[in-house]
């Protein structure tokens, strides 16, 4: 699954991760929590990144992370590729 992937302190970059569970879990650290910010993505975060003392990342749609995130698609209620449009919205160069 391609992703948009952002850790702490670094810039936006397009990344791949399988489409599982314990992928999505590894990418961020821990169990994920996902915040949606259009009908086809989401911003997928460490759900208790804050607690855990992690680094501030950045605020999107209104939330501050902490921690690694990531942006993909859905489809239903499945997990798939970021759309492309969110790319140079994030200033993504590809």
């Not at 569970?21 to 975060?45: H, N, R």
């Not at 950045?58 to 997990?79: H, M, S």
């Amino acid at each position: 699954m391609i992703i948009i992937k952002k850790n702490p302190g670094t810039e936006y970059f397009v990344t791949e991760i399988d489409n599982t569970l314990e992928a999505m879990q590894k990418a961020v650290g821990g169990y994920i929590e996902t915040v949606p910010i259009a009908s086809d993505c989401v911003i997928v975060c460490d759900e208790e990144g804050l607690l855990k003392g992690l680094p501030y990342n950045t605020n999107l749609a209104g939330v501050d992370f902490y921690g690694p995130i990531f942006i993909c698609g859905v489809k239903g209620e499945d997990f798939c590729n970021v759309p492309q449009i969110l790319a140079p919205l994030l200033g993504v160069k590809s």
